[in-house]
């Protein structure tokens, strides 16, 4: 946000163009001053080509990097034998580093790089040195590093650990660079090289300049992308990929992202603000494409240091962010760091805050998020004689992290809260509204007597504003308050409840203002609302074990958890066993599209990059959300998790395909296949019920909450009315808007008795504009939300219950156990936090070292690798607390702040003591819980204390009543056996009986080639013997494939979803591709149909059990289009519009 100026309530219009540079400061010989041009003169300049603060040091070490001995001269008309060189540490003396030079069956070690003294003090001359193979692989004589083996007589202190200036060469060749940037090849295809050069699958010595020409041919991002590595490897082209292209054209759509590169180069190239968004004629906005890695450990030893390797990904479409907006999708790279790896902190922060030099781009790491390492591309440039890339238009690394965060504005916060803002900038996100600076105005907090901020992170935002969201996002319904960034502000706006202006205006307070900009005007992306979410409650929520275990500790008795845990699997049980009618089918149908989350995960694929913004990607209120916002996506694997098989028309998922087979007619008493599926299903559910305790409230919700904007609240009292009057009643019949009488409301993480309140849900005629936001009152001495595990309003949840039987028992705990406890903070954590002030205070003068100041900041920006991940380890321990001692125990009071403050640790800087932890962990990391352990199993979640790892079950002392966990388990065991048992004799009850529906097709077909046959013609006859030919080929592959092998270790089910989805894939493709109609006198249509009648006949007829999953998987919309046709009644519909349909429950 910007410093609030006297007498002034708006942000102002204009910079001078040269106000972000420190000319005078720019240290001589460290860099070379370019200059820059505005394009916007409303606009903050972003300083193209401005390079104070250039690693110097960088230019010296790429002196000493030369091409392979035996590369030819670098010349169009030689070919290159250089490496892909990537920096590793190994086992360091004193006065050496290691180099590994990785090419396609080769990777050596180099020694004797130059120690970080010598990079300043010698030229650049160099010969070359033998390596010797560290992966089993020949000798090769590789590099020219150094033409002089003797040791530089430094000290132990300086050259123990590798210099911050020495590059990551993670993908570059200097001559074949130079190939590639006189063509002019997008990025997507320098990517595309560099990755596969990463990951050992060509060499640099490999590109024949012949295959960057014929990439140059195509193009585009879009066309040549996907070509490189069959050009590059010569490969032949499978003559099925077009067809392959136009099938799967919307899964492809949603992940592929050279299309939107192309658009994106081409708006940028226009305009360099036009990945903001707001074009003229066009709603585009940019920043969509996501650049990955990961990084790998060589080393099998882990009592060695590490061999750091890193391996770039395929590109991917992904979220968009204002940084990527800002300055474009191939600006940012991120990098992912296995838990394993984060053993070797001290290297890993050594590692990455060095230069990683990527297609002759130079990036620099600037934020460490959920072990992720971001990375920006610089301006800077590994040429000689070229410290900055005179054609890039990004920033130096200094003059980026201060268009972000103003180093000098903000030097005031802690190192610690500096570096955590930049999470802001990479938030999820679309650009909803840009809005005249004079339209961001000021309003305070309110601040209770004793100093609470009562309305912490929530501002407002005008009726004008919301209308133009609403449209552009086509929210449904209107929404009333949005998650949002403006600016250097974060937090939720809320409907303002008198601003009748026409013009679009939000009102920010201080404690949204988390960045300071200066007096005179913000760049065009810090004017724009980008928008996180709106506001979407979700109804009839789920217990977490920890607000179970709150709610029984505060007199909710064991009887109303069991019985809502009863009520919820007969329900459920109920819901997937009863298709007697119609009308059932019809339930049936919307009980798995809702359990499967099928609508939302359509949706989802068609807008994947606004999948959070129209609330299709919602996690459970009751986990611990992200609250910066930061996507976090999966590798990209061959096919998209839980696409359709477009060749045989088979959804991935279990419920979406039993929902296809409703809709072609089919049902479980006659359909063995589908009977299968939905016990599945229906087992999976249960068994998820039973180990997870997930134990669904009717008359409950989530949803953002908010301070009273009308100030008509009481102390202890909140408003809420839902949009849809989606509020059931204690019948289960009616349902209402407006919430009235008393709730329960609580919120993750819930460690503290006092996380769970009872307070009175009113209704206030003055908040009726107000819905689907949970409101709290601003009066009392303490902010409402604080109650809740230390909540504000800046984007948290909260879980609100209004079940009688929950609210009735319920007693709230004593207010003193939510106390802040200033001791818990003094006596076990540091108490000093360095400011961004102290730090540069201790720098060097930059004339002497220009990248000291941005590798101290580096320290706290990718500070997290560095510090082990405790919170987990403290809920752990605050868990074995509350079961031996009870949850308003003293120490498990303490061991919650304790949590609550390692959770914030790294924006607060306040870290734990080292004597203090050792002595916690030796006393209350004693092992696990029996209900936690099989919580944790079935979600596939590794235990992460020693103790667990021993697994060590934990028994209750004997002298406490009996713990809710543990009776809950007792009694969804037996439960869940009870059901599972009913479940098999309700599905075991049916016989196999062939359908001759789907076997008339084949039948009738028959008796035309024997009509044919007797009257002297045979033509027919040979076309079906072709066509059963190839059905017992495929049926024999997908048994080979699909069916369970007791002799392999997995089975097809134990595969990921991806590689399912591959086997199945490539088993339809099979299918349909044969036999050749070529020669034949059956029409395609009539092929298809009757190599899918016979594939279900030859199943019945040679499966044990009479059916198998075989015509299923490789002809389904075949299958399910002659059972639709053979009822009478049925309609024709693409499977694009079918996707947008949808069945409404009548209440």
């Known amino acids: 946000m910007l410093d609030e100026p006297d007498n002034q309530d708006h942000y102002w219009d204009t910079l001078d163009p040269y106000d972000d540079l420190d000319v005078q400061n720019i240290p001589d010989g460290d860099a070379h001053f370019v200059g820059f041009q505005l394009d916007d003169s409303k606009s903050q300049p972003v300083s193209q080509n401005s390079s104070f603060s250039i690693d110097s040091t960088l230019e010296k070490a790429m002196a000493d990097y030369q091409e392979p001995s035996s590369t030819a001269p670098a010349t169009e008309e030689s070919n290159s034998a250089s490496s892909s060189l990537t920096l590793v540490e190994d086992t360091v003396t004193s ?69 911050l200036h020495i590059p990551v060469l993670v993908a570059y060749s200097r001559s074949v660079q130079k190939w590639i940037t006189a063509r002019g090849l997008p990025w997507g295809v320098e990517w595309e090289i560099a990755r596969l050069v990463s990951i050992g699958k060509i060499d640099y010595g490999n590109v024949e300049i012949s295959a960057l020409d014929k990439l140059k041919k195509e193009g585009t991002n879009a066309k040549a992308a996907p070509l490189v590595e069959k050009i590059l490897l010569r490969k032949e082209q499978e003559a099925s990929i077009s067809e392959d292209f136009r099938l799967f054209a919307n899964e492809r759509r949603a992940k592929f992202p050279y299309d939107e590169l192309d658009r994106e180069e081409k708006f940028l190239n226009q305009d360099p603000h036009a990945g903001l968004g707001f074009n003229e004629h066009s709603d585009w906005f940019g920043g969509k494409v996501v650049f990955r890695a990961k990084l790998k450990n060589l080393s099998d030893d882990p009592k060695k240091l590490p061999l750091f390797k890193v391996e770039l990904e395929r590109a991917e479409l992904g979220a968009s962010s204002r940084f990527s907006r800002r300055f474009g999708s191939k600006s940012f790279m991120r990098l992912k760091i296995s838990k394993t790896l984060t053993r070797y902190a001290d290297a890993l922060m050594d590692f990455l805050r060095r230069p990683f030099i990527i297609a002759g781009k130079v990036f620099r790491a600037f934020l460490e998020k959920e072990k992720n390492v971001f990375f920006y591309m610089t301006n800077e440039s590994p040429e000689l004689g070229s410290t900055v890339d005179p054609v890039s238009r990004n920033l130096s690394f200094e003059s980026f992290l201060n268009w972000h965060n103003p180093i000098e504005l903000n030097k005031r916060q802690s190192a610690a809260k500096y570096a955590s803002r930049f999470a802001l ?89 988390k960045i300071k900009y200066p007096n005179q005007g913000l760049d065009r992306a810090q004017c724009i609302i980008d928008v996180l979410r709106s506001c ?24 109303v958890f069991t019985g809502l845990l009863d009520r919820t699997l007969n329900l459920l049980v109920a819901s997937l066993t009863t298709w007697g009618t119609e009308e059932d089918m019809a339930e049936l149908w919307m009980t798995l599209s809702h359990i499967g989350g099928v609508f939302a995960a359509r949706s989802a694929r068609r807008k994947s990059g606004l999948a959070r913004v129209h609330g299709y990607s919602e996690r459970d209120a009751q986990e611990n959300d992200d609250e910066d916002g930061l996507d976090e996506a999966d590798d990209e694997p061959n096919s998209t998790a839980w696409w359709n098989d477009e060749v045989s028309g088979q959804p991935s998922s279990l419920e979406e395909t039993v929902m296809r087979l409703i809709d072609g007619g089919f049902t479980p008493e006659t359909c063995p296949v589908m009977r299968d599926k939905l016990k599945r299903v229906l087992i999976s559910q249960i068994n998820n019920h039973v180990v997870n305790f997930r134990i669904e409230v009717p008359m409950s919700f989530t949803a953002f909450i908010l301070p009273d904007p009308e100030g008509v609240l009481e102390k202890d009292e909140v408003y809420f009315k839902s949009s849809h009057r989606d509020l059931v009643l204690e019948d289960e019949q009616q349902y209402t808007d407006v919430l009235v009488g008393l709730v329960v409301v609580t919120r993750h993480p819930c460690k503290l008795p006092t996380d769970a309140q009872k307070w009175c849900a009113v209704d206030r005629p003055e908040l009726r504009h107000y819905t689907d936001v949970l409101i709290f009152s601003t009066k009392g001495s303490r902010r409402a939300a604080d109650w809740l595990g230390g909540g504000d309003y800046d984007g948290d949840k909260a879980l609100c219950i209004y079940q009688p039987e929950i609210v009735d028992s319920f007693n709230n705990a004593n207010p003193e156990y939510g106390d802040p406890r200033d001791d818990i903070k003094t006596d076990c954590f540091s108490e000093h ?109 590794k235990a992460t204390a020693t103790a667990r790892m021993d697994n060590i079950i934990i028994e209750r002392p004997a002298h406490l009543h ?9 009694h969804a065991k037996v439960k869940g056996d009870k059901e599972r048992i009913n479940v098999d004799t309700k599905y075991n009850s049916h016989a196999v009986s062939l359908d001759e529906q789907l076997a008339a097709p084949w039948k009738e077909q028959q ?21 059963t030919e190839h059905v017992h080929r495929m049926w024999e592959n997908h048994r080979k494939e699909v069916t369970p092998n007791p002799q392999k270790a997995n089975t097809f089910t134990d595969l990921a979803i991806e590689n399912r989805q591959d086997i199945l894939r490539k088993l339809s493709r099979q299918f349909a591709s044969e036999p050749n109609e070529a020669g034949m ?44 046709k053979a009822t009478g009644r049925s309609n024709t519909v693409t499977a694009d519009f079918y996707e947008r349909l949808t069945l409404k429950k009548h209440r």
């Open 833 to 941: 936090t360095e400011t961004v002030a102290e730090m540069l205070a201790r720098m060097p003068d930059p004339s002497k070292d220009s990248m000291a100041r941005i590798h101290a900041l580096q320290e706290y920006l990718i500070g997290g690798i560095k510090t082990a991940s405790l919170v987990g380890q403290a809920s752990n321990m605050h868990d074995y607390l509350i079961y031996m001692h009870g949850l308003k125990h003293p120490e498990t009071i303490r061991l919650a702040h304790i949590f609550c403050h390692t959770l914030d640790g790294l924006k607060t800087g306040l870290k734990i003591k080292p004597e203090v932890w050792k002595l916690d962990t030796s006393r209350y990391d004693k092992g696990s819980m029996s209900w936690k352990e099989s919580e944790t199993k079935n979600k596939g979640k």
């Open 1081 to 1124: 006198f059956i029409s395609h249509d009539q092929m298809l149909r009757l190599k899918a009648s016979y594939a279900y006949i030859y199943d019945f007829e040679h499966s044990h059990k009479k059916w198998t999953r075989f015509p299923w998987d490789v002809a389904m919309r075949e299958l399910t289009a002659i059972k639709a």
């Open 95 to 163: 006065n050496t580093m290691t180099l590994e030079i990785s090419a396609v069956g080769k990777a050596m070690i180099a020694n004797s790089l130059l120690s970080n003294t010598e990079l300043r003090t010698r030229s650049a001359d160099s010969v070359s040195t033998s390596s010797t193979s560290i992966l089993g692989k020949r000798s090769y004589t590789e590099a020219s590093i150094s033409n002089d083996q003797r040791v530089s007589k430094t000290s132990r202190q300086e050259d123990s650990r590798p210099s």
């Open 1007 to 1027: 008796n035309i080639a024997e009509q044919l046959k007797n009257a002297g013609c045979d033509y027919m006859t040979k076309d079906l013997e072709k066509i």
């Open 425 to 513: 900038g990479l938030s999820t996100s679309a650009p909803g509204l840009e809005i005249d600076p004079q339209n961001i105005q000021f309003i305070e907090d309110i601040i209770s007597g004793d100093g609470s901020d009562m309305t912490d992170g929530a501002g407002l935002i005008n009726k004008a504003a919301l209308q133009k969201l609403y449209h552009q996002f086509q929210w449904d319904p209107w929404p009333t308050a949005i998650q949002c960034r403006v600016a250097g502000a974060k937090g939720m706006l809320l409907l303002h409840p008198s601003d009748d202006s026409g013009e679009p205006r939000v009102f920010l307070r201080p404690s949204m203002n």
């Open 962 to 970: 009996p713990f809710i966990m543990d009776q809950l388990q007792k």
């Open 536 to 559: 979407h409650p979700r109804f009839r929520c789920k217990l977490s074990s920890e607000t179970i275990i709150n709610l029984a500790e505060n007199g909710v008795p064991k009887s």
